[in-house]
């Protein structure tokens, strides 16, 4: 059974998370083994670390990690989404301080009776326990849960406003070097955004695109989308070729975004007094991507396809369509059996040389 590209981001999301947990505890070991200079002279409130011991923890911290991302990727960070920075951080401290030394209620018990080689239940490993909790070993082991926990919680910060696929070439330093690719682009733009500004003011409006954004995001992530920029109003969404002509993804992302944004049409009306609508250009061709900016740093695209994209995306108004998209684009696609295509000929596009062929596509549920 293939995994859907939701749980596919998710996985890739937490993951990292029980990475960062099994680095940072094989550190803090390394370290007191070092200071100590060797586990035999560990106090007798701690655990001695044999090679059993040390697989047990290592998976334990692992799996601790897991679990925080699990929790803070899925459900706790949309929980607290509404909530200011100061009250998120608040919450979180108390939540995750409860969390871990709830853990460590479990955990220490089990490493216990494998270090005496006793029943868990047995009295000496719940004497230790009470030794434990009311020793510095204790407070030791929270400082280095709080160190793995803040950098968790940092990478997630950063993960989320940066872009995870973002961070991760980053890190792997893939665009370090400009890099040539070919890629779909979908560039949709908010239908009478000025008038909805100018009604609703700048913060409803603002609150107004919060929502929006949100409402579309699940189907960019449902169809294999990558979001690369928000540029007020207009989201431009891109794909790597495979992915984006895959099951025909580009062009069902459109109709999944426009579905998701009419399923919340009465809600939004009832928040903004208006039900906002969109249109979209898509088009494809080669780019140059790589890192890029001194005082910022940035994974861009370069080329006349984000050109042509854009203006193809400005057509939408005078033809009275929602989406229009190039034939080139069309010819890579296997969409005629799923979809009516309108071709609507040759049209030249503001700034360019030459005229473009291009077509709307039309959801086989909508009528003519």
Known sequence: MQMSPITKRNIARIIPFGLIWLVFGMTFMFVEYAAMGGFDNVATTAIRVS???????????????????????????????????????????????LFLFTIILITFPIAASMEMKVGVFDARVWEKYVDYL??????????????SLFACLFYAEISENIGQNVLFNFFTGKYHK?????????????????????????IKYFELLKAYYDTMSNAIVKHEGEVYQYIGDEIVVSWEYKKGI?????????????????????????????????KAGLHYGMVTTGEIGALKKEII???????????????????????????????????HNEFEIKKLGLHELRG?????????VISPTATM
Request: proline share 2%.
């Open 134 to 147: 009311t020793s510095i070993t204790n407070l030791s082991t929270f400082v280095q849960m709080g160190v």
């Open 301 to 335: 695209f370069t080329g006349d396809v984000l050109n042509t994209t854009a203006r193809i995306q400005a057509l939408c108004n005078n033809l009275e369509v929602d989406n229009l998209i190039s034939d080139e684009l069309i010819d890579q696609l296997s969409c």
């Open 246 to 278: 895959r099951n025909n993804n580009c062009i069902k992302c459109f109709f999944a975004m426009k579905a998701d944004l009419e399923a919340k049409a009465e809600a939004l009306k009832n928040a903004f007094g208006v039900t906002p609508s969109f």
């Open 51 to 97: 090679p059993q011991i040390l697989v047990f923890a290592s998976i334990a911290v692992t799996m601790l990690g897991l679990l925080i991302g699990a929790i803070e990727m899925i459900w706790l960070n949309r929980a607290l989404s509404k909530h200011s920075f100061t009250v998120k951080i608040i919450y979180k401290l108390l939540f995750y301080a």
């Open 352 to 360: 360019r040389k030459g005229s473009v062929d291009i077509a709307t």
């Open 178 to 202: 400009p890099t040539e690719e070919e890629r779909i682009f979908m560039f949709l733009d908010m239908k009478s955004s000025t008038a909805i500004a100018e009604k609703l003011g700048h």
